[in-house]
Each structure stands twice: as C-alpha cells, then as structure tokens.
C-alpha cells in the first residue's frame, strides 16, 4: 500500500539528508506526523524556513554566523598572529570543543577536487592572500582533511604561500589518515594541533 502523497513527499525530503535512506526517512516522517505538537511543528517549519537567511558566511574568515564579523574574528583575546585553515564550518566547531585552539580561523567550504570540478576559484582562498596582507599574521595552519582532495590542498596553499614571510605548518596527524575531521574526538582533535609540523 501506498503513502499518502504529502506523506510521500515528507519521506523523500528526508531521504535528503546525507545517511538517511528510505527506512530512517519513513521513521523521521511517522514521527512528525505523530508524535510532535503542532506548536512544536510550526516553531520547527519556521526555523526550517529562516534558516538560510538567518545564518550566513563571515566577510573576514568565512565561517558560518549569525552576525559580522563572527564572534571569533571579532573576539579580540583570540591570537590574530594565527589562522588555522580548514574545509568547512564543521572543522571550525570541532576545533572549538577541543578548547585548545585560540587563534583565528579561516574556511575555504571544501577542498580542491579536479575530478569533481572545484579548482582554487571556487574555494574561498582569494581573502585568505587578502589577510595575509595584515603583518600581524605570523603563522598559517593548514587543517585540512589527510584524504587526497584534503592533501592537495594543503599542498596548494603551501605552494603560493612559500615565498612570503609567514610560517605554514600542518595538523599533526593525530587525525586518522583518510577520515573527516568532523568524525574527531576532541582529544584527537587537541593533539592533532599540538603536534603540528611545519610544511
């Protein structure tokens, strides 16, 4: 027997989302349908609705925000001297749990992919040679994921950076090779910093 089309409609959008196949989806679905207040519904449909307006990237480092600058590049007890480089907004709210990192960050939103089509244009990589500009940084961290798209990239941004007079140094490899960073303990996460090379 068939779902009701809206019903339907609900489980496809759920198969959306990354690890949710049609099961998971069908659970998700009778669950909202069925167990969740319709205050609840509503105050979740309008969160679902405002959320791509009400959270944006950072002008300066490219994270995820609700405000601009974000509460890290505008926290002026955090080390400017330091950017960590990493692919995504995860990355960034990883590090932070560890709480042993107190530099300043920067998000390229992905990593080089050729294959796939994402060269150095379609990374956020033009305001990081803009903040490189500033004397006050001192030191470049590359975090990027120890997959191949992951190491190109930091290879990359080794490349254009060795003839400027800034230290870039690579995440110690704490970080299981292959894994994303998002998947990291913060203890891993912490020891991976602590144990960074230059590169």
Known sequence: MEYPKPLEDLIVQFMNYPGVGRKTAERYAMHTLSK????????????????????????????????????????????????MVVESSKDVFSFERSKTYKGKYHVLHGALSPINGVGPEELNLESLWTRLHDDTVKEIILATSSTQEGEATAMYIQRVLRNMDVVVSRIGYGVPVGANLEYADELTLAKAVENRKSY
């Not at 307006?53 to 001297?81: N, Q, Y």
Request: net charge negative.
């Open 36 to 83: 969740i207040s319709d205050e609840n519904l509503n105050e979740f449909a309008s969160i679902l609705a405002n959320i791509k307006s009400r959270i944006f990237r950072c002008s300066i480092c490219g994270h995820l925000t609700d405000v601009d600058p974000c509460h890290i590049c505008s926290d002026h007890h955090r080390d400017s001297a330091v950017i």
